[in-house]
C-alpha cells in the first residue's frame, strides 16, 4: 500500500502525539475530520498503523541488555522453535532468516549474567542446533519509521 504526503504528515502528527484526537488531528492538518478519519482508517485497515499501544522500553522495566542471536534449527522444527521462543518473554522479535542462521532474535535480560539464563532458555529447546549471540554494545540509530514515512510519501508526489 503506498501513502501520499497528506497520509505523511499524518503518520509524523500520530508519532510525535500518539494521543492526538481525529478532530485536532485535521484541525492541525487542514483537512476536514472526515478526511482524517477516512485516512487512518485506510492505513489501519491496509497494515501500515499496526497499533497505538505505549512505546515501552525495555530497560525501563529492569532488563537493560539486549542481544541478538543467530539460530540455526534442525530442518522441518520451525513451527515448533516458533512456538518455543513466543513463550520465552525476553525474546522480543523473532525473524527468519537467509544466509548462516535460519533465524534472528532480539533478546532483553537483567544483567550479562541473565544474558545467560535468558540464551540457555532459548537453546534448550531440541530443534535448536546452535546460537550465536552478539551483545548490543549502545544503540546509536533506534528503531525509527518517519524517515522511511518520509520518503514513502514523496515517492508518490
Request: aromatic letters at 2%.
Amino acid at each position: 500500500m503506498g501513502i501520499d504526503a497528506l497520509d505523511g504528515r499524518l503518520l509524523e502528527l500520530l508519532a510525535e502525539e500518539p494521543r492526538i484526537g481525529v478532530l485536532e488531528a485535521s484541525r492541525r492538518l487542514g483537512v476536514a475530520r472526515g478526511t482524517a478519519q477516512a485516512r487512518l482508517d485506510r492505513l489501519r485497515a491496509g497494515g501500515v498503523i499496526r497499533g497505538f499501544g505505549p512505546d515501552v522500553d525495555p530497560a525501563a522495566l529492569g532488563y537493560p541488555v539486549t542481544a541478538f542471536a543467530t539460530l540455526e534449527i534442525k530442518q522441518g522444527q520451525g513451527a515448533q522453535v516458533r512456538a518455543h521462543l513466543g513463550a520465552v518473554p525476553e525474546v522480543l522479535e523473532l525473524h527468519t532468516t537467509t544466509g548462516e542462521g535460519d533465524m534472528l532474535c532480539r533478546l532483553v535480560a537483567r544483567s550479562n549474567a541473565d544474558l545467560q539464563r535468558v540464551i540457555d532458555l532459548v537453546v534448550g529447546y531440541q530443534g535448536i542446533v546452535r546460537a550465536s549471540t552478539a551483545i548490543v554494545m549502545e544503540n546509536p540509530v533506534p528503531l525509527r519509521i518517519i524517515p522511511l514515512v518520509r520518503q514513502a510519501a514523496s515517492d508518490r508526489a
